[in-house]
């Protein structure tokens, strides 16, 4: 749903500004944000903002309401998709149609959140000091120092962990079939996990088609375009040494999109299945 998708994004901003996302003391390039600007004089990191934190609540709060309230003669169906399951819960029972507003902000959460630390594993140089990567290294703390791909762990296993504490009120409100076993559990916990790298397709296929846009459109000398182009290019670096010039236009950003739409599209085809599979 459309309004479920909007109302997490806001959740999840109104959270970031609750952390201080962005406000941290940057490089004398222009900043990202006003809020970036927004610096104290003796260099420290300023506060987020005090009243995003009950202003989740109540978005979250509402939002089921609305759910509720919209349907008091028939039950809507509102899916919870976590890659590799999907669970359907009814709008006209409020403590579900809650529970469901508060699931789907976690996950989105969760799902933001390994974005993050892909695309600080794609920055790994400490010389790469743009305000974005900045505020992403300063939220991820010690995590965004780890190496490779290291760094999405953690993140991958809170979505694992969120289906493995979320299944037993699942299970006992029908929602999904009873586990066999804890290993069970934890096979689907470790499917879920795996399935969150799914989640990355779109974001890929983006980032190779904004390289590809900014290597032949000017839009301008803004920090954002910058920083996509670079991460655009970081993509597809791997296949330079593939003969896909011709004249000033260099294919590599579109075949690398591809590959990561076809990459993606088998996670999200197999995690599924995977699931379903389960116990092994």
């Known amino acids: 749903h459309w309004l479920d998708w909007m109302t997490d994004l806001v959740g999840l901003m109104l959270w970031l500004s609750w952390r201080g996302f962005g406000s941290?003391?940057?490089?004398?390039?222009?900043?990202?944000?006003?809020?970036?600007?927004l610096?104290?004089?003796?260099?420290?990191?300023?506060?987020?903002?005090p009243l995003a934190l009950p202003g989740l609540?109540?978005?979250?709060?509402?939002?089921?309401?609305?759910?509720?309230?919209?349907?008091?003669?028939f039950a809507e169906a509102m899916p919870w998709s976590m890659g590799a399951v999907t669970v359907v819960f009814r709008s006209d029972l409020w403590f579900r149609i809650l529970g469901h507003s508060l699931l789907s902000w976690l996950g989105m959460v969760l799902k933001a959140y390994v974005f993050f630390a892909f695309l600080v594993t794609l920055r790994r140089p400490d010389a790469d000091t743009d305000p974005i990567t900045q505020s992403l290294r300063a939220e991820l703390g010690a995590v965004a120092r780890w190496p490779w791909g290291l760094a999405l762990v953690p993140f991958l296993a809170g979505l694992g962990a969120l289906w493995l504490l979320a299944s037993p009120a699942l299970v006992s409100a029908d929602l999904v079939p009873a586990r066999a076993s804890m290993a069970h559990a934890l096979q689907q916990a470790v499917v879920v996990a795996l399935g969150g790298l799914g989640f990355l397709k779109w974001p890929m296929v983006l980032l190779c088609l904004m390289r590809f846009l900014l290597d032949h459109v000017y839009l301008g000398a803004m920090p954002i375009w910058e920083y996509l182009?670079?991460?655009?290019?970081?993509?597809?670096?791997?296949?330079?040494?593939?003969?896909?010039?011709?004249?000033?236009?260099?294919?590599?950003p579109l075949v690398a999109a591809g590959f990561c739409w076809a990459v993606g599209h088998l996670i999200q085809g197999g995690a599924p299945r995977l699931f379903l599979r389960l116990p092994l």
């Open 24 to 37: 941290q003391p940057a490089s004398s390039r222009p900043a990202l944000t006003l809020v970036s600007n």
């Open 39 to 49: 610096r104290p004089a003796d260099g420290a990191r300023p506060r987020g903002t």
């Open 57 to 73: 609540g109540v978005l979250l709060l509402s939002r089921a309401a609305l759910h509720h309230t919209l349907s008091p003669n």
């Open 229 to 252: 182009h670079a991460t655009g290019g970081r993509l597809s670096a791997g296949l330079e040494w593939l003969p896909m010039r011709w004249g000033r236009i260099d294919l590599a």
